[in-house]
């Protein structure tokens, strides 16, 4: 059995997401919480996980440390958070959102939205999304300048 890195070398290329694991060919079984974490928010989001992609989905578990998550922003593929530890708040559509575990937010494609990490701990969450574009979007302002922090939950000044 080859191991996750070398799943994730070999799916270069192949994912619309830069680091996921390919699913079929073969490929059947994921543990994702051994799979390599990659960027599900490059430049709005904390987020990060291991993400397997088929031919039409992909899911991702995914760690958002507390008091952090994503600044406002969109993509155009439709997706589902199930929570598994923790709580998430924020806003879909405009419409306040708080999920505890066990609950799951739908984020209709192309909908504006905000998931924050509530600050008592660190978020896990499966995310299903349909393959029309990969788990990364935009930042409804235009910019890619970095996540959203509660204060006092930014990186380290140095």
Known sequence: MQTTKQMQAEDQGTTKTKGAVKGGNGKYHFELAKLEK????TGYSTSRGGVVEGERMLVGLIDKPRGTGSRMHSHPNEQFNYVVKGTLTGSV????????????????ANAPHTLVATQEEDVIFLAIKDLSHGIIGMAVDGTMAGPHYEPGFGPAKS
């Open 38 to 41: 990659v960027d599900a928010g």
């Open 93 to 108: 559509n405009g419409v306040p959102v708080r999920a505890p575990a066990g609950t799951m937010v739908y984020i209709p």
